[in-house]
Structure formats: C-alpha cells, structure tokens
C-alpha cells in the first residue's frame, strides 16, 4: 500500500514502534514529537492519513485534530487517535472532533494495518470527490459540451451543455455506444486525438445542426488511456463543407 503517514507521539519509542510497523507496509512516515511540528508537516508535506497521541505538552492531540478539521484543505484528512482501550471518554471525545477511528495502546500490527490501510484508501476517496467536485464547477462554466469519461467510456462528468447538444437527462452508461447509436458516423477511437463531424440519424438534411465532436486522451504515468474527454461543440454545415475526418 503506498501513502504518506503522519505519526504524532511525544514518546520516541512509541514513534519508533510505529514506524517499524509501517515502513514494510509501503508506506512513507513522517514523524512529530509535538503538535506544533506536527502542523508544520501538514502544511508543507501531502499527507494520507495521520496518527495522533492525545496527551502531549503544548498542542495536544485533539488540538491538533481540531485544527485539522478547521482548515479547508485539510478537513478531509483521516486521522486517528491513538489511546488507551478503557478510555471511553478519549474516545467520545475523539468522535465530536472528528476522528476517523481508533487504534488500541499497546499496538497490535493486524488491527494498525487494516484501520491504516482503510483509512488510506478513504482519503484518496474523499480528495477524488473533492476534485470531481471542483471540475464539475468548472466545466459547467465552459460553453462547450465536456464529457469526461473512463477508459471504458463510462461517462464520470458531463456539464449542461453536452447534456443540452445531446438532448439527454439521464447519463449514458456508456458515451461511445450512444453517440455511434445516435449518430451517423461510426466513431473509432485510436491512440491518437480525434475530430469528427456527427449528424443525427433522424435527420439527414445537408443544412441540419450538426456537431463537432473532438475525443482526448488522457494517459497515466505508464502509458496507458486512463481517460477520455470528449468535447462537443454545434455547428450549422452545409453540405460539402466540411468532411468526416479522424487525426492525430
């Protein structure tokens, strides 16, 4: 499991102990002997979940939690408490603040391993929503119809305006399929930027509205298309004007 660990404890064995549980797991750790430092991390290190110590001098761990909460770009952050398993206050009070869970003294490893590696995993989650949320703002504002889709063409944002051209309320399952079904050009994606020209089959007129449609692709770090955005755009063609064309 990849990720970045925070661990906050003011006890160095307990940083120590914590440390050599996690580093086999793939994960990278950073470490805090006081909340102060702690913050100081946060604020320039990308971080994926967060271990904290309650009792400590200076800012304590639910101080730390607290500000965490209270910064936007952090808030949604997974953090988890360490403490003790009789204190049921602790833990009351862990929960009103906003702790994502709670890991037991003395550190048992299976039960570190699987609430990290949930609490990871809930983390990219939640940042995945929350950019999606940014983009949705974005495209909405574009005069364009953007669809972004998977590499299987299953469509994870549309704005007004694709669902406009298109005519569509409910998402299509799958982009590709509805435009080649709705339209008359049967589409082919390659590895390459594409450009074509669609008509609806309902009307073949040389002056019906037509649209401009241009597939990107985007590639992961390996190469490989991890998504795609069609952009859609209304024209009024003539016929001759203008030719069904794919290009790089």
Known sequence: MEGTILIIDDEERNLKMLENMLLPEGYKVLKANNGTDALEILRTETVHAVLTDIMMPGISGFDVLKKIRENKELAALSVIILTSLTDKEERIKG??????????????????????????KLNYLRMQLNERAKLVKVINKIDEGVIIANSDFVPVSINTKARELLGVKEIPVNILSYLKEKFSEDIRVSDERINVILKQKTNQSDNAPSISLTIELIKDSSGEVDSYIFILKKNKLTGGQFENSYCG
């Open 95 to 120: 929960l009103e603040l906003g702790a994502d869970d709670f890991i037991s003294k003395p550190f048992d490893l299976d039960e570190l391993r699987a609430k990290i590696n949930t609490q990871v």
